[in-house]
């Protein structure tokens, strides 16, 4: 169990804050950036723009190789979060509705959840349940209030699930690895090795990249700079001062952010019960970071005798 002082849970939670704001963001400019490129081009440009920047500042910090114990953690993160968790939610999304999508790819922090609690030995504390349970509520009334309607594809729903999967078991392997290796190290050469496994896809990319509007190729490059490189940097630098569980349950405020920022940028008024589901997911997340009540202890050698 993960023990932090005051001043590293706040750091905590201010990174994960970060990487949170961002990954909802990204929301935005995939739904711009993917009218132009298929989902494997997609990523492949996202995680070129995150390594080059990743790769430039580790050279700036001077940070080198990770020890040798944390390479099986950051293969396995860059293979599968990195490479087949982007392009399985990118081709997801092209055939699900986005309300569909959010609830199966909601799964995840409940993986995320389990597994850290049986692989990593991190426990099931109750208040952690209980947020979990209030902020997955909220993902389903999010997802039912935003859902068209439409049948979702059984393909679609199968990219969506095989990310959520992804997902979990890449934070669970990425856990280890920070023991012995800085969030920057980690999350470079993750992104490093998923671009390598995205390199089929170079074709697409350059081919696309040519007709792309600047727009598009705009919002990739910032998919790769912000939600991508800074953001699971961040989330690499709260993952190492908290627990997996607390982690993923954080990511829940993702979905109400999407809604806000959706309506501020692309006009999409939220109904309201969407606002609620929102409500539902900022709650569970509080819910688990919120701390129980210690009542001080007493030394009974500094209390004074009852007068008798």
């Known amino acids: 169990m993960i023990r932090t002082d005051g001043s590293v849970e706040r750091q905590a939670i201010a990174a994960a804050a970060v990487t949170v704001v961002l990954w909802a963001s990204a929301f935005v400019f995939i739904r711009s950036a993917g009218h132009d490129f298929s989902p494997g081009a997609l990523a492949l440009g996202r995680l070129l723009a995150?390594?080059?920047?990743?790769?430039t500042v580790l050279v700036i910090r001077g940070e080198g190789l990770p020890p040798r114990a944390a390479w099986p953690g950051i293969v396995i993160s860059g293979v599968l979060w990195f490479g087949v968790y982007m392009v399985a939610l990118n081709w997801g999304e092209r055939n699900v509705d986005a309300g569909t999508a959010a609830m199966v790819v909601g799964i995840g922090p409940v993986l995320i959840a389990v597994l850290g609690g049986l692989v990593l030995r991190e426990g099931f504390p109750a208040r952690l349940m209980v947020g979990l349970v209030v902020s997955f509520a909220g993902t389903i009334v999010v997802g039912l209030s935003t859902s068209d309607g439409g049948g979702a594809a059984v393909l679609g729903v199968v990219l969506c699930l095989l990310a959520a999967i992804v997902w979990a078991a890449s934070t669970i392997a990425q856990k280890p690895a920070l023991a012995s290796a800085s969030a920057l190290q980690v999350v470079t050469f993750g992104s490093v090795i998923g671009t390598v496994a995205c390199l089929p896809f170079s074709w697409q990319l350059v081919t696309e990249a040519a007709d792309a509007p600047l727009s598009s190729t705009l919002s990739l490059v910032y998919l790769g700079v912000f939600p991508t490189a800074l953001a699971f940097t961040t989330w690499a630098y709260a993952l190492a001062r908290t627990t997996a569980g607390k982690m993923g349950v954080t990511?829940?405020?993702?979905?109400?952010?999407?809604?806000?920022?959706?309506?501020?940028?692309?006009?999409?008024?939220?109904?309201?019960?969407?606002i609620v589901g929102g409500f539902l997911c900022l709650a569970g997340v509080a819910v688990t970071r919120s701390r129980p009540r210690v009542t001080p202890s007493v030394d009974p050698e500094t209390v004074e005798p009852a007068p008798r």
């Open 50 to 55: 995150a390594s080059i920047t990743l790769v």
């Open 251 to 274: 990511t829940y405020a993702v979905p109400a952010l999407v809604v806000f920022m959706s309506w501020i940028a692309l006009d999409e008024v939220p109904g309201a019960l969407t």
